[in-house]
């Protein structure tokens, strides 16, 4: 592993033997494998991996190519991980080592990769961090539609619609949904607040406060590097 920061010179070269080893340009993964440079080393003088490749005299794009779909979902594992977002297709194209198309071509619509890098990452550690920036799949929309969960947080099935009088003597609770231990939906603001805390960090979510008074609940999340 380098440890002082490589000049620009030694970068280009360093991208240069990866690409003369692999007999293309290297993904992001494959660059760190192979020269033991970070990508903040890389990035110190470059505005993104792709300019770095470009500056080095190859071209990023690789569509011609057929590629494990493990390296695509790496490849956006790592740019999740940089931005701590999920890139849209702009993003990605400016950021990425691949072209937007070839992840629609191997996985479908660009909305269905956090799911497909979900799949890829189950049991992974050194992913952890990412998919704890992924949303929980479809657990917002089936709240919404009263659906009811598992212990896991899965859905099972909805439930019918019902009315009855309400009695002002005892308690009201939401729909059942046994979301992670929450029996219920949220009623009121604290079970909002208390609701959100659960996936707070799935979410991407810091909080900074909470309190009884306005704001209830005062949280922030990273839009960009710095």
Known sequence: MTTNLPEQDEVLSAIREAAK???RPPSRSEFKSSSGMTE??????FSSWREAVRAAGLEPHST???LDPAVLLEDWGEIVRRIRRIPTRDQYRRNG????????????PWSSIPAKFREFAEGRQEWADVVALLPIENAWATLAAGS????TGLAISPLPNRCHTKLDDRPTYGNPI???GLRHEPVNEGGVVFLFGMVVRELGYMVEAVQ???PDCEAK???DAG
Do not use: P
């Not at 903040?40 to 003088?45: M, T």
């Not at 080592?97 to 479908?108: D, L, M, P, Q």
């Open 21 to 23: 080893t692999l007999g």
């Open 40 to 45: 903040y080393q890389v990035l110190k003088h």
């Open 64 to 66: 011609n190519l057929l």
């Open 97 to 108: 080592t691949y072209s937007a198309g070839v992840f629609e071509k191997n996985f479908g």
């Open 148 to 151: 009811s969960f598992d212990s």
């Open 178 to 180: 046994d979301f992670r």
């Open 212 to 214: 009884a008074g306005f």
């Open 221 to 223: 999340r990273q839009i």
